[in-house]
């Protein structure tokens, strides 16, 4: 064992030390975070994706379009897959999330045998008509999200999901 002691001197010292350096470290990591959150960001928030999609080859049955990006958060990256269920309305394009609005399973279209035409969540039966609507009496409160949509070179490109505004 060390025959060394710490003085009182010492010890207040240190103590003093420790407790200042933990009080500038609160300080200073709001700053620094604050400075690298342009980092932290995720990609891709707000652009549109490109999809494989032809628009041409779009018709009135909604079809099930995946689309693959890179998503950046600080130093990793990873690729994220998303769907959209996708048809025509006229001359417009409607694109729905598959995220139910109950608790968040994935919605299919034209699977529920009894309610043909409609998006079903097999979690718990939530429905909805084809523009996404939530049907009374079924658990989704409220419609599918809507992605924006561009056409590009005939290809269409998603935007981010975002809540239908309601009536
Ligand atoms: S998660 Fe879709 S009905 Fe419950």
């Not at 694109?95 to 035409?117: F, Q, Y």
């Not at 039966?125 to 070179?153: F, Q």
């Amino acid at each position: 064992m060390s025959k060394e002691r710490v003085s009182r001197r010492q010890f207040l010292s240190y103590t003093l030390t420790g407790v200042g350096g933990f009080m500038a470290a609160g300080m200073l990591m709001p700053m620094v975070r604050f400075a690298v959150d342009p980092v932290l960001k995720t990609e891709g928030a707000g652009n549109f994706i490109a999809t494989k999609q032809k628009v041409s080859e779009i018709t009135d049955e909604p079809v099930r379009v995946d689309f693959t990006f890179k998503q950046k958060d600080a130093w990793y990256e990873s690729e994220v897959t998303n769907t959209a269920w996708v048809y025509k309305n006229g001359d417009k394009i409607v694109a729905l999330s598959p995220t139910c609005k109950h608790l968040g399973c994935t919605v299919n279209w034209n699977t529920d045998k009894e309610h043909p035409n409609q998006f079903f969540c097999p979690c718990h039966y939530g429905r909805y008509t084809k523009d996404g609507t939530n049907i009374k009496g079924t658990p989704p409160l409220h419609p599918l999200d809507v992605y924006p949509y561009k056409e590009k070179d005939g290809f269409l490109y998603l935007g981010k999901a975002e809540p239908r505004k309601e009536a």
